[in-house]
């Protein structure tokens, strides 16, 4: 780990949290058939996986990519775009999208809306991080790992310019400019 980088959510806190988010999933959709989680890529490969295996339920796994603002060429910072989709048909299926982090709300909005449109039986999102001080669009997330205050933090998944994803914990990196 580099020296400019600080612990804010420990390894431990994270994988007693993951235990924690998927026993409750496991209860919720107990007995409703297979469950899909939608990856969001990149950021939430890490916690997709530590999430998945701990599910006692039947489940499949897709992946689905969009742009982040970093990586956008719009002005407009609400602006996403798809840029993968998945695999298989959600229709009539129970669905919860899985996220490493809502920060203005916009990506995962986007992301439900389309889904949505594709009548699945259910629909719900499962995100690891939140950053309450920045939401600009009003979502309800039925599963949340932590909240976390106006901070850009990297490491189980989360970059900052394609860097520190692999990091066990979650950590703050000075704000980039
Ligand atoms: P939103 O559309 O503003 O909610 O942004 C969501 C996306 O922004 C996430 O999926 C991440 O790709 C990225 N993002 C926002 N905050 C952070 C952060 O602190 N670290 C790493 N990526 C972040």
Redesign the pocket.
């Known amino acids: 780990m580099t020296d400019e980088l600080q612990i804010l959510i420990p390894e431990e806190r994270i994988t007693e949290r993951a235990d924690q988010l998927a026993a409750t999933i496991s209860v919720d959709y107990a007995g409703k058939g297979e469950l899909v989680l939608i990856g969001?890529l990149k950021?939430?490969f890490i916690f997709l996986a530590d999430l998945a295996r701990r599910l006692t339920i039947p489940h499949r796994i897709e992946f689905i990519a969009v742009t982040?603002?970093?990586d956008s060429e719009s002005t407009d910072?609400?602006a996403?775009r798809l840029l993968m989709d998945v695999r298989h048909d959600i229709g009539g299926q129970h669905v919860l999208v899985v996220?490493?982090?809502?920060?203005?709300?916009?990506?995962?909005?986007y992301l439900l809306k389309l889904l949505e449109a594709r009548g699945p039986a259910s629909l719900e999102s499962c995100t690891l991080?939140r950053?309450p001080d920045?939401s600009?669009v009003d979502i309800d997330v039925a599963y949340l790992g932590f909240d976390i205050p106006d901070?850009?933090?990297?490491g189980y998944g989360?970059?900052?310019a394609e860097r520190h994803r692999t990091l066990p914990s979650i950590c703050v990196i000075p704000q980039p400019e």
């Open positions: 969001v950021g939430s982040s603002y970093g910072p609400g996403v996220e490493d982090i809502v920060d203005t709300g916009h990506t995962l909005s991080l950053k920045r600009e901070v850009w933090v990297v989360l970059d900052f």
